[in-house]
């Protein structure tokens, strides 16, 4: 198998088995576990125990509010992430989670900040009911909710360029030009050593 065959897998593995963090350490630690007594996780695994219960469901607000005349959809994530994300230093701690909320439009309206790419979402804090499979909503789990409180501003996240990374991105595009370059420098060599040898 020739050389530029396997100089994307190279690279690819070089890569992925970098640590992700911007300090170059590797993170092992899980990151701050839910705020609820019922988490996102569950109440997805408990639907038939918890259905119709009276809950308070805190985390990040993240994406934006769908707005459907005097009610609107949140969501909301109780993950690891809740309250600060990679960009700032959060340890990796599983996956993002959460719940749809449907709540009056006037409570929606409180949240100053969705989390996103650029931003931290504002920390909320929901009182309402919990459904397994909402009769409203087509079945979909969610949380119906009539009032909500903001526990902490989100705010706006600078994501810095780690320069642990460029190096190693620099590091690996200098290997990949030197195996392209002898790549190409036993390819001229392999025709002339065939012909030398049937002559």
Not at 26 to 47: I, K, W
Not at 97 to 112: D, I, K, N, T, Y
Request: charged share 25%; with cysteine.
């Amino acid at each position: 198998m020739r050389l530029r065959t396997l100089m994307p897998a190279v690279v690819l593995c070089a890569v992925m088995s970098s640590p992700s963090s911007a300090s170059g350490q590797a993170r092992t630690q899980p990151g701050p576990e839910s705020p609820n007594r019922f988490s996102s996780a569950d109440l997805v695994e408990r639907p038939g125990e918890l259905d119709g219960t009276r809950i308070e469901f805190s985390g990040e607000a993240i994406g934006e509010a769908m707005v459907r005349g005097g009610m609107s959809w949140l969501h909301v994530n109780d993950d690891a992430y809740h309250l600060r994300n990679i960009e700032e230093g959060a340890e990796l701690g599983g996956y993002n989670s959460g719940m749809p909320v449907w709540l009056p439009s006037g409570e929606a309206g409180r949240v100053a900040f969705f989390g996103d790419f650029r931003h931290q979402g504002d920390v909320v804090s929901v009182r309402g009911t919990f459904n397994a499979a909402c009769l409203e909503h087509g079945g979909d789990m969610d949380i119906h909710a009539d009032a909500l409180s903001v526990v902490a501003r989100g705010r706006r996240v600078e994501d810095r360029v780690s320069p642990r990374k460029v190096s190693v991105a620099l590091v690996l595009t200098a290997l990949a030009a030197g195996l392209w370059a002898l790549d190409g420098k036993l390819a001229e060599r392999t025709p002339k050593v065939a012909s030398a040898r049937q002559a």
